[in-house]
């Protein structure tokens, strides 16, 4: 699809066709794509929880306001930032070190930056896995439009609730959940109003 159109054809789902279901290899081929999302140096914190079953639907279901979507959806997804993620920073980078893409020095550096940023700045680290999360999340969405599937962004609500459910272990931290699908074609209303650009957008020299 064309980007412009693209961009126009995804719209956050009411509600979903219940009888349609996602194969694992289905979603592997949205996160391919996903896989190209920007992230504060290069970090890749951000982490998707997949539930399919009806089971484990209706469970997160009863703890979301009873949004039906997210039992409707053929998969609900939690997408969450890791606290951990900078640390993995020595493991990423090794690659392009390996390959000469950066020198030692660079690499050191790189290290020595992310350590400095993040370590003991639990606020930064909160912060900057909500932006990754927002940046991928997004690609994800419209990813999934690109391959006919809808979806709809929504809070996490009762979070140690859904950590439970989904098994996230204690230093993933819920930022999204995403239930995807074929959204119901009735009552579908026109796109919400958007703000002229002229609102929003401030040059300012
Ligand atoms: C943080 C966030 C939370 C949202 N929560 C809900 C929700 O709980 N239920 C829902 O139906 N839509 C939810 N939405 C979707 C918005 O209502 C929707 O994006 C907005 O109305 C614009 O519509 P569009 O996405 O179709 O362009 C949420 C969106 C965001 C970004």
Redesign the pocket.
């Known amino acids: 699809m064309e980007f412009l159109d693209l961009v126009k054809a995804?719209?956050?789902?009411?509600n979903f066709q219940e009888d349609v279901s996602i194969t694992e290899r289905e979603l592997r081929d949205i996160f391919e794509v996903v896989k190209n999302h920007p992230s504060s140096f290069n970090l890749q914190t951000t982490h998707y929880y997949v539930a399919t079953s009806a089971e484990t639907k209706a469970a997160v279901k009863e703890v979301?306001?009873q949004?039906h979507?997210t039992l409707t959806a053929a998969a609900t997804i939690i997408v969450c930032g890791d606290k951990q993620g900078y640390k993995e920073a020595p493991r990423l980078y090794e690659g392009m070190k390996l390959l000469g893409i950066i020198d030692e020095y660079e690499y050191d550096q790189t290290i020595q930056s992310i350590f400095k940023l993040y370590d003991h700045n639990p606020t930064m680290v909160e912060e900057d896995n909500f932006r990754n999360a927002?940046l991928s999340a997004m690609l994800f969405?419209l990813a999934a439009k690109d391959k006919g599937w809808d979806t709809?962004?929504?809070?996490v609500?009762n979070v140690d609730r859904i950590k439970d459910i989904y098994h996230i272990p204690e230093h993933h931290q819920p930022i999204?959940?995403i239930p995807i699908g074929k959204m119901t074609t009735h009552n579908v209303?026109p796109?919400?109003y958007?703000k002229p650009v002229g609102e929003f957008v401030h040059f300012v020299d």
């Open positions: 995804r719209r956050s789902a009411t979301s306001l949004q979507k927002c969405m709809c962004p929504m809070h609500h999204l959940m209303r796109r919400g958007r």
